[in-house]
């Protein structure tokens, strides 16, 4: 069963870098086949997809974020990061880490339990 | 404002079954593109419900089910339990916006 736990900084200042990690357990982070990657949650609100990336160094971003996201994994220390450059109070949310099997017919199947980040001076 | 329009709330008796309606348009679901369900109860993480239109993932109980036709989707809960008191999700893929896209939720409540 893989475990997934995020953990960075709970305030980030205004026009600063946002920097998440993921740290993976349980298997699968170094196997082809899974999609690792982040979605947000701001307060009250719902879900927002930020990115996916694999093992075999395919990464996807959701355009909307306006290339101001980058993801990187590290299988051998099975973990993956999240950096938002330039972040505003819109970026105020919960993170989640999440796992996606390849496949059309897969949804996000695993989440870590989410770290809360306030942008804020 | 959600790529996939979903009712801010329904509610029932336990025992009794409500359905939740996740619309699109072309360029998602109407693309041929698979729905996924996911089931967030206060203070928790998502939890995948159903994948792949209609499929439950092990764990998960036959009164939910799901199904999918032309540019919408249907999260069916059939004899409501108070433990189904959650925000439910639906998502999918834009092809116009590139990527994953999620309705806006949908709150359960049982009365």
């Known amino acids: 069963q893989v475990q997934l736990q995020e953990s960075g900084p709970e305030v980030v200042k205004p026009s600063e870098t946002l920097s998440l990690t993921c740290t993976v357990s349980g298997g699968s982070f170094g196997t082809i086949g899974y999609y690792w990657g982040w979605i947000r949650q701001p307060p009250g609100g719902g879900l927002e997809w930020i990115a996916s990336g694999d093992s075999a160094g395919s990464t996807y971003y959701n355009p909307s974020l306006k290339g101001r996201v980058t993801i990187s994994l590290d299988t051998s220390k099975k973990y993956l990061s999240l950096r938002i450059r330039s972040v505003t109070a819109a970026d105020t949310a919960v993170y989640f880490c999440?796992?996606?099997?390849?496949?059309?017919?897969?949804?996000?199947?695993?989440w870590g339990r989410g770290t809360r980040v306030s942008v804020s001076s | 404002q959600s790529v996939l329009t979903q009712p801010p709330s329904v509610s029932g008796a336990p025992g009794q079954s409500v359905t939740i309606s996740c619309t699109g348009s072309?360029?998602?679901?109407?693309?041929?593109?698979?729905v996924h369900w996911y089931q967030q109860l206060p203070g928790t993480a998502p939890k995948l419900l159903i994948y792949?239109?209609?499929n439950r993932p092990s764990g998960v109980p036959d009164r939910f089910s799901a199904f999918k036709s032309g540019t919408s989707a249907s999260l069916a809960i059939t004899g409501l339990q108070p433990e189904d008191e959650a925000d439910y999700y639906c998502?999918?893929?834009?092809?116009?916006?590139?990527?994953?896209?999620f309705g806006a939720g949908t709150k359960v409540t049982v009365l």
């Open positions: 998502q999918s893929y834009d092809r116009s916006l590139s990527g994953y896209v």
């Open positions: 072309s360029s998602n679901i109407g693309a041929g593109y698979d």
């Open positions: 999440t796992r996606r099997p390849h496949g059309s017919s897969s949804g996000f199947d695993s």
């Open positions: 792949g239109n209609t």
